[in-house]
């Protein structure tokens, strides 16, 4: 499921639940059980030792997790919670170790929560992940991630043929020229291809 940046559509429901999850204080959990709006988990975590004690109970569980997924769903309600330096160090450890690796869809889907990247950073991003190693349809995958389908179609284009249906399914829903035009494109190169080799 797609989460932007900004975690805003973080709801108090999984806010709530996310700490009552991590919180083994029975004080603080009532605190938190009490507490109806964000606003309310907002004042509840004004107070320093308490916030303090959340943030190391949720960073323990985002040591603990077992799979990308989870990562990222954790770190996206740990975004909407805390704010502290403290957390934006680990945020940036956690992108270093992660930009090490070949960069997967799943790994993408966390350090997109990790950094703060304005839009018109976005294909530099994409083009330093494509020089580091990720192809052309994984690039393209990002891009679709983040609603930037024209700079996927630039991807996209530069492959011989895609037959990554998903993708294709996605192009065609947002701008069927587009979709049109790409697939001629592949025919093309195909029919290219076929001319040199005779």
């Known amino acids: 499921m797609k989460k932007d940046y900004k975690t805003g559509k973080v709801t108090i429901l999984q806010q709530k639940e996310f700490l009552l999850k991590v919180c083994k204080n029975q004080e603080i959990r ?38 990308y997924k989870e990562m990222e769903n954790v770190i996206v309600i740990m975004n909407s919670l805390f704010d502290n330096q403290e957390y934006i160090d680990i945020k940036k450890r956690l992108f270093h170790k992660l930009y090490k690796q070949h960069i997967t869809l799943e790994i993408y889907c966390v350090l997109r929560h990790l950094i703060y990247l304005p839009c018109n950073t976005f294909p530099m991003f994409i083009a330093t992940l494509h020089q580091k190693g990720c192809s052309y349809l994984e690039c393209a995958k990002f891009c679709l991630i983040e609603d930037k389908y024209q700079l996927a179609i630039v991807y996209l284009q530069q492959l011989d043929h895609c037959e990554d249906a998903t993708v294709l399914d996605l192009l065609a829903s947002y701008n069927l020229f587009e979709y049109m035009s790409l697939k001629r494109n592949y025919v093309k190169k195909k029919k290219d291809y076929c001319l040199t080799m005779a």
């Open 30 to 67: 009532e605190y938190l059980c009490d507490c109806m709006t964000k606003k309310h988990i907002k004042n509840v975590m004004k107070h320093q030792n308490i916030y303090h004690y959340l943030l190391q109970q949720s960073i323990d569980m985002l040591y603990q997790v077992q799979s």
